[in-house]
C-alpha cells in the first residue's frame, strides 16, 4: 500500500515518520510550506510532490493534516489542481479539526469521482503522533474504515469509529471545547493562587488529589507555572476548535456561556499577538503583572 500526505507540519510529519518506521511505503508528500515537504521527503527517501494531483496518483491512501475548513477546500477543489484529479479507487483519510460540514462535502465530491473517504480526527498531540500512540476518532462509511484500519492501527493506539461522516468533527470539537474551558478555567485557579501568595506548586499538588485534578493539570500545569509555552496546541487552534463547537450549539440553539468565554481568552491571545504559543499561554492573562497592557509579549 502506498500511502501519501498533504500538510507535514508538526502533526503530519510525525505520522509520517512513524509510518515509515513501521515499515509502511511513503511514496508522496506535499505541503503549502515548499522547504518542509522537501526536508522531510529526503529524510523519509520519498517525493516531495509539487502538485496536490501527484500526491494521489502516486498513492493508494492520502492522509491529509491540514489547519482548517478553507485548506480543507483548497486542497480537494482547488481550479486547476487538486487531490480528486483521477482519484478513482483512491482513499483519503482527514485528520485536521475541521466542521462536520467540510467533511461532508468532501465526501459527496470524492464518491463523485469513484473515491472514498474517512474522518480519522485526532484527540493526541505531537509526541503521539512520533509514538504512534494517537486516539483516533473515525467517521464515514464502514467500507472505508475498514480498508483504512490497518494504517491508522500503526498511528494510534486507540482507533475508535463512531459514525456517518460529520460524526467525528462532532465528537472532536467537544473534546476541543472542553479541553479549551479546562485549560482557560485551570489558568485562572493558578493564576488567582500566584496572587494571593500560594506556593503555586503546592496548589497543583492540592488540585491533583481533589475535584480540581483533570488532565489539563497534569499537561499544563507546569508549564503555566514555568511560562514553558513551547507550542503543542496553539491558542490559534484552541480559538478556532472552540469557534467550531460554538457554530454547531448555535444550530441546534444552544447558548454555551463557558465555551464562549473560554474562546474569547483565546481570541485575545491572538489579538495581543501571543496565539502561537501553547494553550498553556492563556495563563498569561490570568497570572498578575505577567500581561498587563496590550501589545506586550511573553
Known amino acids: 500500500m502506498n500511502i501519501g500526505f498533504v500538510g507535514v507540519g508538526r502533526m503530519g510529519a510525525n505520522m509520517a515518520r ?9 511514496t508522496a508528500v ?39 475548513d478553507a485548506a480543507m477546500r483548497d486542497i480537494y477543489a482547488r481550479a486547476g489542481d487538486n487531490l480528486l484529479v483521477n482519484a478513482r479507487g483512491k482513499l483519503f483519510v482527514n485528520c485536521a479539526t475541521v466542521s462536520p460540514q ?12 469513484g ?10 498531540s505531537i509526541t503521539q503522533a512520533r509514538e504512534g500512540s494517537l486516539y483516533l476518532i473515525c467517521a464515514g462509511s464502514p467500507s472505508a474504515f475498514e480498508c483504512a484500519e490497518p494504517v491508522l492501527r500503526e498511528l494510534g493506539s486507540a482507533v475508535k469509529y ?37 506556593d503555586v506548586g503546592m496548589v497543583r499538588e492540592v488540585f491533583a488529589e481533589t475535584g480540581a485534578a483533570s488532565r489539563v493539570l497534569q499537561t499544563d ?34 447558548d454555551l456561556p463557558l465555551a464562549r ?32 497592557h496590550h501589545g506586550d509579549h511573553v
Open 221 to 254: 500545569g507546569e508549564d503555566m507555572q514555568k511560562r514553558d509555552h513551547a507550542v503543542f496546541f496553539s491558542a490559534a487552534h484552541a480559538a478556532k476548535d472552540s469557534g467550531i463547537a460554538l457554530q454547531l450549539a448555535d444550530e441546534v440553539g444552544l
Open 30 to 68: 506535499y505541503d503549502a510550506d515548499r522547504a518542509l515537504a522537501t526536508k522531510l521527503a529526503s529524510e523519509l527517501g520519498c517525493a516531495a510532490s509539487q502538485h496536490l494531483s501527484e500526491v494521489t496518483a502516486e498513492s493508494d491512501v492520502i492522509i491529509t493534516v491540514v489547519s482548517d
Open 261 to 292: 468565554a473560554a474562546k474569547q481568552q483565546y481570541d485575545r491571545m491572538i489579538d495581543e499577538g501571543l496565539g502561537e504559543l501553547d494553550k498553556s499561554g492563556v495563563a498569561e492573562l490570568t497570572f498578575k503583572d505577567r500581561h498587563r
Open 18 to 26: 512513524r509510518l515509515h518506521e513501521r515499515g509502511l511505503h511513503i
Open 102 to 113: 467540510i467533511h461532508r462535502e468532501i465526501e459527496e465530491w470524492a464518491t463523485r469521482t
Open 162 to 198: 463512531v459514525g456517518a461522516t460529520g460524526e467525528a468533527a462532532m465528537m472532536k470539537a467537544l473534546v476541543n471545547m472542553v479541553m479549551n474551558i479546562n485549560t482557560a478555567g485551570l489558568a485562572e485557579g493558578l493564576g488567582l493562587a500566584d496572587a494571593l501568595g500560594l
Open 115 to 124: 473515491a472514498a473517504t474517512l474522518e480519522a480526527c485526532m484527540a493526541s
